[in-house]
Structure formats: structure tokens, C-alpha cells
């Protein structure tokens, strides 16, 4: 997936309104949009192809899909077919259950980021010994996008050897969680960014400020 300027913006907003000012801001800066459960669950799944239209931008959906393969088809399918060009799935629930997803995004023609381990501290407790069976699933599957956490540089690092130098890793956890920009495009092609961008008086110039920061 191209990225531009390496930022993904987290729009994690909960009115449409909200969402158009921010990707707005951002718009010079920003053109790929991950969308969550935040905006989807408040503004319904079209905010995925409103926000598409409007902006033009590449949407990725962050449903974290973890269930039994054909819940997980069913939950695929209806977010490409709202326009979604990528899903966030959890690998913990096995490779029936993301091969589903696969599937599903090879009939669409979109894509599937395979969830590595999270960048949140609880995330040691339970996911975190089994990242690297995940990331390895990942590879034998034959999966080439990965979300892997900017908060553990060193974790970040050793799933990228798992995955390799030619998977695309995107990575949460940047500013509001800790992480910092530089350090995790050493290891990820693209940083995901959501409040220290559209909780800031002033998006624009912190998209500006955080692209600017990096070395492209
Ligand atoms: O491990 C993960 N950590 C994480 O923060 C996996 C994620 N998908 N996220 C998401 O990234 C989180 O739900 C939010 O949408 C975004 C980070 O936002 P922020 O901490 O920059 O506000």
C-alpha cells in the first residue's frame, strides 16, 4: 500500500463532522485514513466511503477481526464492500479464521493487515509470547501487510525480522501512547497517528510537523 509522507491518520473521532474537519486539516498532508469502531459504531459503516469520497483517500478499516472463520467472512466482505481498501485482523484466532479474511479481500481486490501485537501495556500479558507465532503464521500464509507497536521499538523490530524486509508494517502507538515517529520508521513503513493529531488545536501543523520530522 503507498502511504503517503509515511503517517497514517487514526481517526478516532465520533461525529462525522469531526471527521471531515480533521481529514480536512490534514488533507495536504494525509492520504490514508484508518477508520475504527469509534467513528464506524457512531456514524454507521458509510462514514468509510463518505470519507473516501470526499478526500479521496485510502481507507484502512480497523475491526480487529477475531472470530470463527465464517463470522469473520461475513465481516470482511461487508466492510470492502463498503469501501474499505484494507482490514485489521487479529492473528491470535488462528489461520482458518484469518485465511477467511484473505479470502474475502481477494474477491474484493483489497487488502489484509494481519495484527501482530499491540501496543498497549496489558498487551505483554497475553499477546505479546505469542506475536511471533502470529507474524510467522502471517509469513506462511503468505500475508504481506502487519501491524506491529511503535511503543516496543525492540518488539517492532524482531517481528519485522520475522516478516521480513519486503512485508509492509504499520505501526500505532506514536506520540499520545509514547512512541516516537523517527525511531519507528526505522523498523515500520508508516507510523499511525491518531490524538496527537486530532486532539491538537491545530491538526495541520502537527501533520506538518510530524512529516516534516522525518527522514523520507
Ligand atoms: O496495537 C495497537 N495499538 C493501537 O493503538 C493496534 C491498534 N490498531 N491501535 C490503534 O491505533 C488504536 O485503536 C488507535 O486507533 C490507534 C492509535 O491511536 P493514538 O494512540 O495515536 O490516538
Same mark, same amino acid.
Given at each position: 500500500?503507498?502511504? &503517503? ?11 462525522? #463532522?469531526?471527521?471531515? %474537519? ?9 492520504? !490514508? $485514513? &484508518? ?17 473516501? #469520497? #470526499?478526500? /479521496?483517500?485510502?481507507?484502512? @478499516? ?7 472463520? %465464517? ?6 466482505? =461487508? ?7 484494507? $482490514? ?14 484473505? #479470502? ?9 493487515? =494481519?495484527? !501482530?501485537?499491540? /501496543? ?13 507465532? $502470529? ?26 525480522? $520475522?516478516?521480513?524486509?519486503? @512485508? ?7 506520540? @499520545?501512547?509514547?512512541? %516516537? !515517529?523517527?525511531?519507528? =520508521? ?21 501533520? &506538518? ?6 527522514? =523520507?
Amino acid at each position: 500500500m503507498e502511504v &503517503k509522507n509515511r503517517i497514517i491518520l487514526a481517526l478516532d473521532v465520533k461525529t462525522m #463532522e469531526r471527521a471531515f %474537519e480533521v481529514a480536512d486539516a490534514v488533507s495536504d498532508y494525509i492520504n !490514508t $485514513i &484508518k477508520v475504527g469502531y469509534p467513528l464506524a459504531l457512531a456514524e454507521g459503516l458509510e462514514s468509510i466511503s463518505m470519507i473516501k #469520497e #470526499e478526500f /479521496s483517500s485510502k481507507i484502512i @478499516a480497523d475491526f480487529k477481526v477475531a472470530d470463527i472463520p %465464517e463470522t469473520n467472512r461475513k465481516i470482511a466482505d =461487508l466492510t470492502f464492500e463498503a469501501g474499505a481498501d484494507a $482490514i485489521i485482523v487479529h492473528g491470535f484466532v488462528g489461520a482458518d479464521s484469518v485465511t477467511a479474511c484473505m #479470502e474475502s479481500a481477494d474477491e474484493h481486490d483489497k487488502e489484509v493487515f =494481519l495484527l !501482530t501485537e499491540m /501496543s498497549h501495556p496489558g498487551a505483554s500479558a497475553f499477546l505479546q509470547p505469542a506475536a511471533e507465532h $502470529i507474524a510467522e503464521m502471517g509469513v506462511e500464509l503468505g500475508i504481506k501487510n502487519y501491524v506491529a507497536p511503535a511503543t516496543k521499538i525492540n518488539r517492532l523490530e524482531t517481528i519485522r525480522n $520475522i516478516v521480513g524486509k519486503n @512485508a509492509f508494517i504499520i505501526s500505532p502507538g506514536v506520540g @499520545a501512547q509514547g512512541g %516516537e !515517529t523517527s525511531s519507528t =520508521l526505522d523498523f515500520a513503513d508508516a507510523a499511525i497517528v491518531g490524538r496527537s493529531i486530532y486532539l491538537s488545536h491545530d491538526p495541520k501543523n502537527t501533520a &506538518k510537523g510530524i512529516v516534516d520530522g522525518i527522514k =523520507l
